[in-house]
């Protein structure tokens, strides 16, 4: 519709989510259309299938949307073409809200009902449509939902009905009228918390999320009635109760838990110290008598095996019931959060099933999603989590703060773009979704243990299994063990499953996850321009795990290698075994010293042979054995070692001069690219003179030709186009109710009138009938009292015969 389109183009839209209580109806609508061949009448069967109902939500406007799509009959040519889909109706559920309030919508979750998060999380039905909505204000608001028929059994018909017409022209002509099928409930949206700044320490609220509740404990009955906040920072506050109408829940748990109240009543009523217990439970007893036992509520739906009562919360006939009250701030989880690593969203954890350790125990875990990091944390709820209201004595508030305030605890964390210098990137993320959440975390439909955290740099994959070592280890301490029966060792590993290029035209635009049994498990992410891109994720968690197992196996085989190389390496001992030449020449020169200085002078020049004896020339010929061992074979070692290395140093001096060589002309090179990179820069300094000019001038053109506008003028026009394409929408229905009108008076004067309603308008029509008849009930009796007054005033004034009867006075025009 354009009323949509024009929303869409004043604020992007931020999610789409569904929000039925059940799977689509398998009622389906079938039509016939006639198609002429040659004179030949073909009748083909057109069936029609709704979708589940949808939700699409901007900043500033909420649409419900209830679609069918085509199915091709077997007889049908087409059946190769796409299926078209009809949006059948539209409703904005909190425009009143939105409209009176200045607020903004920053997220909006569907109420927790039994199928999500694989139908082993939340143990309620509520009414189809039902959905709580988070405004920039802090604001909790709660719509609750669209009448729908059950049967015996306790199930909801979800919109199933039959259409006798003749053609899909007629069908598609009829639903694309606007005719709202979806029928709320009156006086459906409430607003049970407006939290304050101060309460949550000066930081804006950023996500909330419901707490899983069970069957078999009755710590479900209070995660039931529970939603759990984020603040900017990290920290987390409880919201109890918020209970939507018509929600039904086990007979039995709401007796445990009014039973779990009573003694606590009886326990401290008199206990000075524990009086705020007292107080805040009988607080609570109040709610559970207005909510499952006033008036129009506490009908049993009877099933084979249980029974269950269903809520009232705006159905009163007094105002100041317990289910009007304003809901209290609960502080659990104090953090303390860098400014540049801010909370984004949170997404609650799916327990290993519905009746697990975690949940029995009164705990439950979440996924909270920073700029850069990603947080596991372990919150308890159960019965520590009842409710209260702001109406609460500071005392009191203060003492029961104390109770459940800092006991979450986190448990992982994965941190996400930081520099090898420790730097944090989250300034990436910063221009990301536009009106919306910078960072979304979007669990995995088929890996329980798997969350997908998608940002405008990609999306990343994050397995864990907290929850399940968490689980072991509660079976152990429940089975008396010291250590669980399950996984002991946190393991998590993360990888890039879609990376987006900084700076590159195509940007992400949102992803989508299947587990269906047809298409596999995929995740299929939609880019700016429109293309969209497959993977298959049990493929890429195989093949990240095979990456992990190759690595860890490749890092093992090096550092074996590494020990290998320094054992047998015989290059690198050859290497170390040759000595420096000073070492090699040292014995040497020590021989020589020692033999030199162990000769003495045995004869001069003047010795003649004749006077040679034998001592003397045994003298002599051992002084020249010691001379030729000790000196000069020494000298002649030393000169082959000094020939060998100067040999090698000759080698080693041409080497480097061949290496000073290409150094020089390296240098040359170098100089030569200097000498022009100058040349450059003189033009390109230039060049930057006359473009820092040109561009100077623009700016002052641009500032002087384009107005500026400050944040709130902006806001200010966005309002006004806003409330353009609503008074557009409402000039469209005054439009069909002016020519409907004109058509009935146009009847009326001709004496015939022809009016043609389908079973909601005649519905209607007697409604409004009942209505004007309770109405009339009341103004005959206001007409008794007045006639009673009157005729006592007349009979003290003495007027009897004077006065006629009201019945008598028929025209006032002709009364004289």
Not at 71 to 81: A, P, R, T
Not at 135 to 141: E, G, L, M, R
Not at 303 to 322: F, M, Q, W
Not at 359 to 378: D, P, Q, T
Request: proline share 4%.
């Amino acid at each position: 519709p354009g009323h949509i389109l024009q929303s869409f183009n004043i604020d992007p839209p931020l999610e789409i989510i569904c929000i039925d209580n059940d799977t689509p109806s398998k009622i389906t609508t079938r039509t016939h259309d006639n198609v002429n061949d040659n004179d030949n009448s073909e009748t083909h069967e057109v069936v029609f299938k709704p979708l589940p109902l949808l939700c699409v939500y901007t900043q500033s406007s909420a649409f419900v949307l209830q679609i069918q799509y085509e199915i091709h009959g077997h007889n049908s040519n087409n059946s190769d073409e796409p299926p078209k889909g009809i949006i059948q109706n539209v409703h904005e559920p909190f425009e009143a809200h939105l409209t009176t309030t200045t607020s903004q919508i920053r997220r909006i979750r569907p109420a927790p009902h039994s199928y999500l998060y694989n139908g082993n999380t939340f143990q309620t039905m509520c009414n189809r449509g039902a959905m709580v909505m988070l405004t920039y204000d802090a604001d909790v608001v709660l719509f609750h939902g669209y009448k729908s028929d059950r049967d015996g059994h306790g199930h909801q018909e979800l919109g199933a009905r039959n259409i006798n017409i003749n053609s899909k022209s007629q069908f598609m002509q009829e639903q694309g009228e606007g005719q709202m099928q979806l029928e709320p409930c009156s006086d459906n949206v409430t607003v049970p918390a407006r939290v304050h700044s101060e309460q949550t320490d000066m930081t804006p609220l950023v996500d909330f999320c419901f707490l899983p509740s069970s069957p078999s404990t009755q710590h479900s009955i209070w995660n039931a009635m529970t939603i759990l906040l984020s603040s900017q920072n990290g920290s987390l506050y409880a919201l109890s109760p918020i209970v939507f109408h018509g929600t039904i829940f086990p007979s039995k748990q709401i007796e445990e838990g009014r039973e779990f109240l009573e003694e606590i009543v009886q326990k401290y009523e008199y206990s000075p110290s524990r009086g705020p217990e007292c107080r805040r439970a009988k607080a609570a007893m109040q709610f559970f008598k207005d909510a499952f036992t006033g008036s129009g509520s506490g009908s049993r739906i009877i099933g084979n095996k249980s029974a269950y009562v269903k809520a009232n919360i705006i159905r009163h006939a007094r105002n100041t019931s317990a289910t009007m009250w304003p809901v209290g701030v609960q502080p659990i989880y104090t953090a303390q959060g860098e400014d540049y690593n801010s909370v984004e969203c949170m997404e609650l954890l799916s327990p290993p099933s519905a009746s697990s350790s975690i949940v029995n125990s009164g705990m439950c875990a979440l996924a909270l999603a920073r700029s850069s990091s990603l947080e596991y944390i372990l919150i308890p709820s159960g019965e520590n989590i009842i409710p209260r209201y702001t109406f609460e004595p500071g005392e009191d508030a203060e003492y029961l703060d104390g109770l459940v305030g800092d006991s979450a605890m986190v448990v992982e964390e994965v941190v996400f773009g930081q520099d090898e210098d420790g730097v944090d990137r989250a300034s990436i993320v910063a221009n990301s979704f536009d009106g919306g959440r910078r960072v979304v975390l979007i669990q995995d439909p088929v890996d329980k243990t798997m969350m997908h955290r998608v940002s405008n740099e990609g999306v990343v994959s994050v397995t864990t299994n907290v929850v399940y070592v968490l689980e072991g280890r509660l079976n152990g301490i429940m089975s008396g063990k010291s250590q669980g029966q399950g996984q002991d060792t946190i393991k998590t590993n993360a990888w890039s499953s879609i990376s987006i290029v900084k700076g590159s035209e195509q940007q992400l635009n949102g992803i989508v996850v299947s587990g269906d049994v047809q298409f596999g498990h995929v995740l299929v992410a939609a880019l700016t321009d429109g293309t969209t891109e497959a993977m298959n994720v049990t493929a890429a968690l195989y093949l990240n795990e095979a990456a992990t197992q190759l690595e860890m196996e490749k890092n093992e085989t090096l550092m074996a290698a590494s020990d290998r190389v320094k054992e047998s390496d015989d290059a690198l001992k050859a290497m170390l075994s040759i000595p420096p030449l000073h070492e090699q020449i040292k014995p040497q020169f020590e021989k020589i010293s020692a033999g030199l200085s162990s000769m003495s002078k045995i004869v001069g020049g003047s010795t003649t042979p004749r006077e040679i004896t034998p001592g003397t020339l045994a003298t002599f010929l051992s002084t020249k054995q010691s001379s030729e061992q000790n000196i000069i074979l020494p000298l002649k070692e030393l000169n082959s070692l000094v020939k060998a290395r100067q040999k090698y140093l000759h080698s080693m001096r041409d080497h480097q001069i061949e290496q000073i060589q290409q150094v020089k002309e390296m240098v040359k090179t170098l100089k030569d690219r200097m000498t022009a990179t100058v040349e450059k820069k003189a033009i390109l300094e230039s060049n930057t003179k006359l473009l820092s000019e040109r561009s100077a001038a623009v700016l002052s053109t641009a500032r002087v030709l384009a107005p500026s506008i400050t944040a709130a003028e902006h806001q200010y026009f966005k309002d006004i186009k806003r409330y353009e394409a609503n008074c557009d929408k409402y000039e469209t229905n005054v439009e069909v109710m002016r020519s409907e009108c004109n058509n009935l008076r146009e009847g009326s004067r001709l004496g015939v009138v022809d009016i043609r309603l389908n079973g909601d308008q005649v519905k209607l029509c007697h409604n409004l009938l009942d209505g004007q008849k309770e109405l009339l009930q009341h103004v005959k009796s206001d007409v008794q009292v007045m006639e009673q007054k009157a005729q006592t005033l007349v009979v003290a004034c003495g007027l009897e015969d004077e006065r006629k009867p009201l019945i008598a006075i028929k025209d006032c025009n002709n009364c004289n």
